[in-house]
Structure formats: C-alpha cells, structure tokens
C-alpha cells in the first residue's frame, strides 16, 4: 500500500474483462472521464493490494472506458482485476475552476451561520441536477439540507475546515 493511502482519490473501477485480450471496462467514478486518454500509467487496488500498470491503450465505449493494461493479456489476468479501483494522487487531480469544489474535500467541514451558530458537518454532497444540496449532520435528529447556492454558501475555507451560509427562509429554526 503507498504512502499517505488517504492523498489518493479513486477515479474509476474495473467492472469485468471486455474481450479475449486482456483488457478490462472501466466505470469512470469523475466528472472528467477524458483524462483516461492520456494515462500512461494507473495505480490499482484491488481489496488492499496495490499495484501500478503501464496502460497501452485507452478507448471509450458509451458511458464506460476500455483499458488495455500492461502484462494483462488474457481475459482470466483482466478478470483477476475485477473491482479494483483506479487511484491517482490530489497532485493528478483535474484543476477546478475557481469556487468549484471537490465533494470529498467539502466531507467533513463545520457550517456556521453568518451569526456564528454551528450546524453541524457536511456529510454529503447531494448532485440533484439544478443545484448540489450540502447534507448537514448536527445536533438535530434530521439532517439540515443546505442548496449549493451563492446567496447561501458565502464562504468556503477548506484550511480552516469552515463553511458559512446564510440560510433562506424556512430552513432557519
């Protein structure tokens, strides 16, 4: 297992082999399925064990990516893959334009109103189409839904690990 397992992020998972060859369908688990394009290598893990592989070649197929891997060359070596996730490092990470965030890093920040009031974490992220919704876990037994709205979410300060809101009518106690 590497180093820091936690600085690697999954962006796909091999779902079974696709054809003789040895190459495997990918599920892409990223909102930036191009980047399987210009792979040249990808790491593996594969129920904790962790192996890199030289990637020969990369094609597209509907909704899914085909990767032919390095020394994968029949479908009984793609099939021993089945379910490993794909991991690259935040350093390998598509850049986000500026206010765009990650869901992983918005897991776990504090939300506070603009008084100060602490809600709660955020324990998901909701992509509903429209708008994200931030899921908040707090002192209520329901969680609080926040909508990922500019004129709601004033801030973000990943460093400080702190989200402030300003929350719209009806959603205040």
Known sequence: MPDHELEYVTIGKILKPQGVRGEVKILPLTDFPERFAGMEKVLLDLDGRWATYGVEK???LG???VMKLAGVNDMDAAAA???ALLKVTRAELAPLPAGHYYIFDLIGLDVYTVTGRHLGQIKDVLQTGANDVYVVAGNSPRDLLIPALK???LSID???GKVVVELPAGLED
């Open 81 to 83: 893959l089945r379910n």
């Open 151 to 153: 004129q709601v979410v």
């Open 58 to 60: 990369v094609a597209a």
């Open 63 to 65: 909704r899914f990516i």
């Open 158 to 160: 990943r460093a400080a």
